[in-house]
């Protein structure tokens, strides 16, 4: 079997591992109050060139975004984003359990625009129906969005521009991050965000570590109590140390990018087998994941000896999937893939 | 420095470490449906004798205790629990953060009693006005206790009883279930909980894991969904393995009771040496946390030496601390503990 | 001014004002436990042939919605509604507020159908990441809908079957049920909408009331503990009577289908001179609320004169404006709009 | 029978009432919008002395308490009260429905002090571990307290300063602000309470009024997003005429405060009425509410002809109860209850 499942299928990086293993038996103090995650705060500082910024580790992603979000809306307010984001979707209604809806906007692959956030502002603020409707309170987008597209540099900063007019704060969800900074079509860095969102973070469970994700809030901004917001969200490790440890492993020696570099090498092989071999491309995808279009019965064929993740319909007899690569996909992997489509499964995708 | 503080300031016993680096880059499918998570929840099912059990692996205890109970609970209930217990006082509000009340009732050094319990449960019924209070919607108690002390079968026994009286679904937070069940005192075995309450968890975190609670619902009975509310608190790992496989360790070979009992016979030599050198108990606790009341000046000395928890006050002139012992103590830490006790500061503890 | 804005602009209906003076002296227990909402209750199970029905007074429309969906749902699930349900947009997140996700689906004119209610949840359970989403847990919709259209017998029995099937609850939205019910295009009566479904409410505020809403759960089937929870959302008024008294009054001698019919037959008077007159409706209601397309000019014309809702924008030169009719209305009023288009205000509205 | 059990037995004051009646047909805007709840708010203001107060009609005092109670706290925090606070036993949880903690501290006779908020506030701070506790985000106090005793001006602003020094908004809940503003005893106006807190609520409807509650932001300082917050919590009407003719009236040549003073005599009458009969006080009350202690069978013979509130257990065979005076008591019913007394049941009340 070959495995392009996701990103998350195997354990730890293996210097991340490493660290781990390293520091097991060294006594540290709880809840994060821990020198690993000290270290790990300094040196995200440091790539981020924020050094005021306020710094968390959490567990994971939908609990990150709902604890952000919930820290950060009035009650009476919601949360923009794309109608295909990750939790207007697929995070069990996480954001809602905290008593805040979602308010999904159209997006093309995955991303929202500018001028379509500014429109829908503007129609809000004109209803003269809108006090008896969920407030506009902050925006979420995510880079990668799921679809794997990137925002530029100009369409963040445009998108950062409407939300200043509207006093929106900007939240950037990077559960794969480290794949979006890594990819040739980006323009973005991590001082990038920093200079133009409120909070994002930086995820670690998608890119190496066995769980973990850093929430930076750039210029000290964290909310009052945030803190305790993290522990009620149930989101604090009594052994925080284990969050500590691997991005002090992932931040020391640029690894977070180096490994993020190499799911994009990986990507970019595997999408030259694809185009090689004549497979269409449901959308064109910068990142670590590659959806192609497949004919029915041949994807049913195909996954017997080749693990992808179904996406969506595409029409009656043709579905989306998705190939990722990641920091442990191995390039011989892509080479097993290239002769088993060449010589065992000779493309009958009509 | 010598380490009393907790059981929970090194990361993972070395067997779990071992299973972790063994299995790392065994490709898995993410949220808890890999097979490492399967053979843990066959092996706690074994362990606990409930074959048809729902077990779920979550994060940690704040989430875990937050998750079930606002799965068990109609919104019009809140939660029993003893005045002291983790819930009423130090888990930030998560319970209420969920829209459920916890009702306090009193306690001895943490245990609550059926006789409590039902006076209690009259007492509310009995009053005329009690529609308009939060109704009593299950009961929460901790094994061991946040005192360190343990329920006896009986004890359990008779609470339960008074559960069904009125309904009430029991749930016993086992935080550090396995010291508990290792103590010379207890009388209790897994599936003594399995057949005395409807939810408890076994602990992790605190014995021997970098992170992870397993959830047992030993008849079945999980409610409806609870997987989706497990991932809507933000309780659900896309790497689910890192819970499976730690388990896995743990219920294999019987490690989970054995890592306790070195904890359980660290305590009994720690609590030897302390009597041995005329300290003052605060109670008698036969699990892995003692607890003296040391006189202030004296305490702060201490520490600049040994590692411990405050407590609370005592007295304007003295405190309460603990001293835990884990998986991770080690008895030659003891021994230069006695050491310095004798030597460095003899006892001026008045 | 001529007032054909909605049908909540005067008081209460002169019938109910008098049975509310009448009673005003007289001594009563609070929290609904006085003899007029006791009398109420036992006319409505008469109105509906429920002799076993649980019935609530609550006051208002978004907190029956927010109160009755909250005690219905288990924490994982959602309620399905028209994507133009009241609780979709216009009730200022009240759902999500108690944790829940409204989970729109299409309608045309305000309707779902059985086809796409099933199609949806066909479709729901068919993806294998639906225990990653919010689990549909209860079906909403709202007779007469937000379009003032209706459900005939036939659509309604087919929702229910599949609500049925799906083990969902289905709860109907009655906020102007009395305009439902006498309308000539009917063929639902109180008791058939017993039958079919779980919960529904009998409006007031909108039928003659000063404000308050009647819960009937048909069969008994109130949710354990409901009037705590219908304390804990702050629906319960310490004078209860004044619901019970008005809703006494409301299904004394019928009083509450006569002035929905009162509203009904000024509605078909309206209806008539719009269409003599050649105004052009944006689609057909049965009810008591017309729907016309106006050009903008004339429309901000005809509002110095006439008061009426803007619904929404139809194309860049014209909107979709409301005229509703109520049990206050009177002939002599339409006959005023109508005197008042054919001289005053020439119909210019290309 | 006789009634003295509680101050919402009746409708509405007659002068409430016929302003209702006049008003009832006129046409008014929904929501709040109206011209009557205009002219209540300007006459609110020039009561309190704050031309630039926010004032919003809510309908009663539990659900007023959890709207502006989550309004104002950020998610990480709860509310101080005292530990016989309405909020803490008697509103179903409303408040921990909103995701808050309500934190009781010690009171007497239903009053906290500055120093013991102070107290426990320095307490809550000196604890290394209260980033894990919920942290006090404000502190409701209620005037009249629910024992019908009264906070001084001096004490009132003491307990202000305390909350200025920890940065916490003042929320007092007036239920029953008529009958403290009336009382002799008093020494605060409703412009000293405009002074001395953030927030407070001048109660309608134990005042004279059908329902309502007027909720008062001082210097304009409602949260953002309030109106919003209002309908999300069910609490906004559609005639919200309703409310605003109510207090229009109330706020109308001093007829709140002239109700009240008739609730005060009157309880001035009946306090003179059981002294001079020996009946022994539970505490002394300068309020509407008196609260006696009684033999048991006493208190049951004299249940037949006379209806009073039981309070709680005093001992083994007496109660606490309560006889509440109010806008609707007369005095010929104090002479009836003496006569009662002193010829039919003498009292055997030992």
């Given at each position: 079997?070959?495995y392009?499942?996701?990103?998350?299928?195997?354990g730890?990086?293996?210097?991340?591992?490493?660290?781990?293993?390293?520091?097991?038996?060294?006594?540290?103090?709880g809840?994060?109050?821990?020198?690993?995650c000290?270290?790990?705060?300094?040196?995200?500082?440091?790539?981020?060139?924020?050094?005021?910024?306020?710094?968390?580790f959490?567990?994971?992603?939908?609990?990150?975004?709902?604890?952000?979000?919930?820290a950060?809306?009035?009650i009476?307010?919601?949360?923009?984003?794309?109608?295909?984001?990750?939790i207007?979707?697929?995070?069990?209604?996480?954001?809602?359990?905290?008593?805040h809806?979602v308010?999904?906007?159209?997006?093309?692959?995955?991303?929202?625009?500018?001028?379509?956030?500014?429109?829908?502002?503007?129609?809000f603020?004109?209803?003269?129906?809108h006090?008896h409707?969920v407030?506009?309170?902050?925006?979420?987008?995510?880079?990668?969005?799921?679809?794997?597209?990137?925002?530029?540099?100009?369409e963040?900063?445009?998108?950062?521009?409407?939300?200043?007019?509207?006093?929106l704060?900007?939240?950037v969800?990077?559960?794969?991050?480290?794949?979006?900074l890594?990819?040739?079509?980006?323009?973005?860095?991590?001082?990038?965000?920093?200079?133009?969102?409120?909070?994002f973070?930086?995820?670690g469970?998608?890119?190496g570590?066995?769980?973990g994700?850093a929430?930076?809030?750039?210029?000290?901004?964290?909310?009052?109590?945030?803190?305790?917001?993290?522990?009620?969200?149930?989101?604090?490790?009594?052994?925080?140390?284990?969050?500590?440890?691997?991005?002090?492993?992932?931040?020391?020696?640029d690894?977070?990018s180096?490994?993020?570099?190499?799911?994009?090498?990986?990507?970019?092989?595997?999408?030259?087998?694809?185009?090689?071999?004549?497979?269409r491309?449901?959308?064109?995808?910068?990142?670590?994941?590659?959806?192609?279009?497949?004919?029915?019965?041949y994807?049913?064929a195909?996954?017997a000896?080749?693990?992808?993740s179904?996406?969506?319909?595409?029409?009656?007899?043709?579905?989306v999937?998705?190939?990722?690569?990641?920091?442990?996909?191995e390039?011989?992997?892509?080479?097993a893939?290239?002769?088993?489509?060449?010589?065992n499964?000779?493309?009958?995708n009509?």
């Open positions: 079997m070959l392009f499942e996701s990103d998350y299928t195997e730890a990086h293996p210097t991340v591992l490493a660290h781990l293993i390293d520091t097991n038996m060294e006594h540290a103090s809840y994060g109050t821990d020198p690993f000290e270290a790990a705060k300094q040196k995200i500082r440091a790539a981020c060139n924020t050094p005021d910024a306020d710094i968390f959490l567990v994971g992603g939908t609990q990150t975004n709902r604890t952000v979000i919930s950060l809306l009035a009476s307010e919601g949360v923009i984003a794309a109608d295909t984001g990750h207007a979707l697929h995070e069990a209604g996480a954001i809602e359990h905290t008593g809806k308010l999904p906007i159209p997006q093309k692959h995955g991303k929202i625009s500018a001028e379509t956030l500014a429109a829908y502002l503007k129609a603020y004109a209803d003269e129906n006090p409707m407030q506009p309170g902050m925006v979420y987008i995510s880079y990668p969005t799921e679809y794997g597209t990137l925002y530029t540099k100009e963040l900063s445009s998108i950062h521009a409407v939300c200043r007019t509207y006093g704060p900007l939240y969800d990077g559960a794969r991050l480290g794949y979006g890594a990819s040739n079509k980006a323009d973005l860095t991590l001082s990038d965000f920093a200079e133009r969102c409120d909070v973070y930086i995820g469970t998608k890119v570590a066995l769980c994700e929430v930076v809030f750039p210029r000290g901004n964290a909310p009052r109590g945030f803190f305790t917001t993290v522990k009620q969200n149930g989101a604090l490790l009594a052994k925080g140390r284990l969050l500590g440890v691997q991005f002090d492993a992932l931040f020391t020696n690894l977070y180096a490994i993020s570099r190499h799911a994009i090498d990986c990507a970019a092989y595997l999408r030259s087998v694809f185009s090689e071999l004549g497979f491309f449901y959308l064109d995808t910068p990142t670590n994941q590659l959806f192609l279009v497949l004919e029915n019965a994807m049913r195909l996954s000896q080749v693990r992808f179904y996406w969506e319909p595409y029409d009656k007899t043709h579905s999937v998705r190939f990722a690569t990641s920091w442990a996909t390039m011989r992997d892509i080479d893939l290239r002769t088993l489509l060449m010589n499964l000779p493309l009958q009509a």
